[in-house]
């Protein structure tokens, strides 16, 4: 059934196309009241959404204490059996906010970045400046 059919004379949506469109409008709305009811009740719990850390609070101080000794986040994923993602996680707020190359070197000309592969003045990757394009050889 066309659910955009129109009576041909008044151009009103057939009632039939209404009768099939407004019970799924309705349960579509209840649908969002019982899961935001849920959401609601869940946070008055002081549960939190999403899923569960991969890694438990009791390792969380040691995985964080071998971090900052020095260990590698692949060691600690391979010893705790869990991605390296869940470390990182783990450790979020211990990691540097930036790497040694970023920015250490200051900013770089559209023709240096062109010949060292990074990126223009403006942040486009090298590969897109115009000095690459109209440069000889």
Do not use: C, N, W
């Not at 009576?7 to 009632?15: A, K, N």
């Not at 994923?77 to 993602?85: E, I, N, P, Q, T």
């Amino acid at each position: 059934m066309d659910l955009t059919a129109r009576h041909p004379r008044t151009g009103e949506l057939l009632s039939t196309v209404k009768f099939m469109v407004q019970p799924l409008a309705a349960a579509g709305e209840l649908q969002r009241e019982l899961t935001y009811d849920g959401l609601r009740a869940a946070d008055a719990k002081g549960s939190r959404g999403g899923h569960r850390p991969a890694i438990g609070a009791e390792k969380t101080d040691a995985v964080r204490t071998a971090y900052l000794e020095g260990r590698s986040i692949a060691a600690l994923a391979r010893d705790h059996g869990v991605s390296r993602g869940a470390i990182r996680t783990a450790v979020a707020d211990l990691m540097p906010e930036h790497t040694a190359a970023d920015g250490e070197e200051g900013e770089q000309s559209g023709e240096e970045a062109v010949g060292r592969g990074g990126t223009d003045e403006h942040g486009a990757p090298a590969f897109m400046t115009m000095a690459r394009l109209t440069s000889p050889g």
